[in-house]
């Protein structure tokens, strides 16, 4: 079974901090997604990465950045936290063919 | 702007009823529709899948319909049950599902005893 690992299930951090969400799957994916889910604007793309030190901005990359320097785990860096930021942060990979497997989440708040 | 859009944005059936959800898009080279159901705490999870080469695919109670002209598709939840009370999100890509998803806002479905 594949399994999706997001290193924080609940954070608190504070304005203009730096803060990093680790993702980790066990299943040799290529592929490593990152949204961001509030209510009522579903989920949406960050980033993503189809291969180790690649990476594509998504819909709404402003504000992040990421890194994979491994295969399994993929980072999500805010470089200063701003409280538009407070959000649930979705981390998910596959392969091709294969459905989008997600983490649980990391509830994000930023102060 | 939302590539796929979703409504309604929240439901109640009975248990037994059966609830519809609906979604459209535009981009017409998407050529994946999945739908992922979310329980609270939880990350989503892929429910069922359509390609739009079939205008219906059933997996127990959940089934697709696809209308490929009117770039619809939707999802219905066949004898609805209070343990399907969850949010679903309807999604769209090009290629297959290793590509990234676009989602639908979601629908908050209630299913009362």
């Known amino acids: 079974d594949v399994k999706v690992t997001q290193s924080s299930r609940y954070l608190v951090k504070r304005t203009g901090e730096k803060v990093f969400l680790e993702c980790v799957q066990d299943?040799?994916?290529?592929?490593m997604f990152w949204y961001r889910q509030d209510p009522g604007l579903g989920l949406r793309l960050i980033y993503f990465?189809?291969?180790?030190?690649?990476?594509e901005k998504g819909d709404i990359p402003e504000g992040y950045s990421v890194s994979r320097e491994k295969k399994e785990r993929f980072s999500l860096i805010l470089e200063s936290a701003s409280t538009n930021q407070t959000s649930m942060y979705l981390c998910?990979?596959?392969?091709?063919?294969?459905?989008?497997?997600f983490g649980d989440g990391t509830r994000l708040s930023i102060l | 702007q939302q590539q796929v859009k979703q409504s309604p944005q929240s439901l109640i059936v009975q248990k037994g009823g059966i609830p519809i959800i609906n979604c459209a898009y535009e981009n017409t080279a998407f050529d994946y529709f999945p739908w992922y159901q979310q329980f609270p705490g939880k990350g989503p999870a892929l429910l069922i899948a359509?390609?739009?080469?079939?205008s219906e695919k059933k997996e127990g109670r959940f089934t697709i319909s696809f209308n490929k002209s009117a770039k619809q598709f939707s999802l219905h939840i066949m004898d609805s049950q209070p343990g399907d009370s969850a949010t679903y999100f309807c999604a769209a890509s090009i290629g297959n599902s290793g590509y990234a998803l676009n989602f639908g806002k979601g629908t908050s479905l209630l299913v009362t005893p």
């Open positions: 990465s189809y291969d180790v030190k690649m990476k």
């Open positions: 998910a990979s596959t392969t091709s063919n294969q459905p989008q497997h």
């Open positions: 359509i390609r739009p080469d079939v």
């Open positions: 299943m040799d994916h290529e592929n």
